[in-house]
C-alpha cells in the first residue's frame, strides 16, 4: 500500500494554468481508471473535485480538469483564482487480493 | 441534501480503545459503500478502512489492519469504526466518507465527508 507521488508545492498567477501530477504504479494508477482528486482548505474538510480520471462533480468549475497517461494521472486548473489556493491529493484504487485506497502526499498550491 | 456527522473522537492513553460513529442523512444509506480517512497534524490523507453498502465486505489499510474494525448498522444510518490498541502515530483526525457511486463495494471515490472527529493517542 505505498503511497502515490506527488510534488510537494505548485504555484502560478492569476489566469494561468499549472498542472499537477501524479504518479502511482502498474497496481493502482496504471490499471484503473478510479483516479480522484481533492481539495482541501486549512482546517476544512476534502472536497472531491476530480472523478474516474476526468468526470467533474456538480458544482465544481470546469477550470479543472484531469487526464492520464500510463501511470501518472494530471490534474489541471485554468484560469487560476485566488480562491483555488489548497492542498490537492490525488487517489487511486488499487484492486488485487487486497484492494485498498492510496492517497498521493499532497500538492501545495500557491496563487501568487 | 447529504450529510455526514462523526463523533466519539477524545483523548486516550496508548493501547486504549474509542468507538467512532458517523451519523448519515439524506441519501439511501444501505446502497452506498462507506470509508473511514484519516488526517495527522499537519500530514495528508491515509485511507484507513471501508465496508460495502450490506456491510458484508470490509476492507483495512495494513497499519489499522488487526486492530480497527469497521461496521455499519444500515437500521440506523450509522457507520461505525472501533479502534482498539491505539499508538501515538494513530492520532488524527477521522472522516468519514460516501462513495460516489451506488453499488461499489469499497468506497474510493468519495462525494461527501463529514466534518471529521479528532483522535489523540496521548500518555
Known amino acids: 500500500q505505498s503511497a502515490l507521488a506527488q510534488p510537494p508545492s505548485a504555484s502560478g498567477s492569476p489566469g494561468q494554468s499549472v498542472a499537477i501530477s501524479c504518479t502511482g504504479t502498474?497496481?493502482?494508477?496504471?490499471?484503473?481508471?478510479?483516479v480522484s482528486w481533492y481539495q482541501q482548505h486549512p482546517g476544512k474538510a476534502p472536497k472531491l473535485m476530480i472523478y474516474e480520471v476526468t468526470k467533474r462533480p456538480s458544482g465544481v468549475p470546469d477550470r479543472f480538469s484531469g487526464s492520464k497517461s500510463g501511470n501518472t494521472a494530471s490534474l489541471t486548473v485554468s484560469g487560476l483564482q485566488a480562491e483555488d489556493e489548497a492542498d490537492y491529493y490525488c487517489s487511486s484504487y488499487a484492486g488485487g487480493n487486497n484492494p485498498n485506497w492510496v492517497f498521493g502526499g499532497g500538492t501545495k498550491l500557491t496563487v501568487l | 441534501e447529504v450529510q455526514l456527522l462523526e463523533s466519539g473522537g477524545g483523548l486516550v492513553q496508548p493501547g486504549g480503545s474509542l468507538r467512532l460513529s458517523c451519523a448519515a442523512s439524506?441519501?439511501?444509506?444501505?446502497?452506498?459503500?462507506m470509508s473511514w480517512v484519516r488526517q495527522a497534524p499537519g500530514k495528508g490523507l491515509e485511507w484507513v478502512s471501508g465496508i460495502s453498502g450490506s456491510g458484508g465486505n470490509t476492507f483495512y489499510a495494513d497499519s489499522v489492519k488487526g486492530r480497527f474494525t469497521v461496521s455499519r448498522d444500515n437500521s440506523k444510518n450509522t457507520l461505525y469504526l472501533q479502534v482498539n490498541s491505539l499508538r501515538v502515530e494513530d492520532t488524527a483526525i477521522y472522516y468519514c466518507?460516501?462513495?460516489?457511486?451506488?453499488?461499489?463495494?469499497?468506497?474510493?471515490?468519495?462525494?461527501?465527508w463529514g466534518p471529521g472527529t479528532l483522535v489523540t493517542v496521548s500518555p
Open positions: 466518507a460516501k462513495d460516489i457511486t451506488a453499488g461499489s463495494q469499497l468506497a474510493t471515490q468519495v462525494d461527501h
Open positions: 439524506g441519501f439511501t444509506f444501505s446502497r452506498y459503500a
Open positions: 502498474s497496481s493502482d494508477v496504471g490499471v484503473y481508471n478510479y
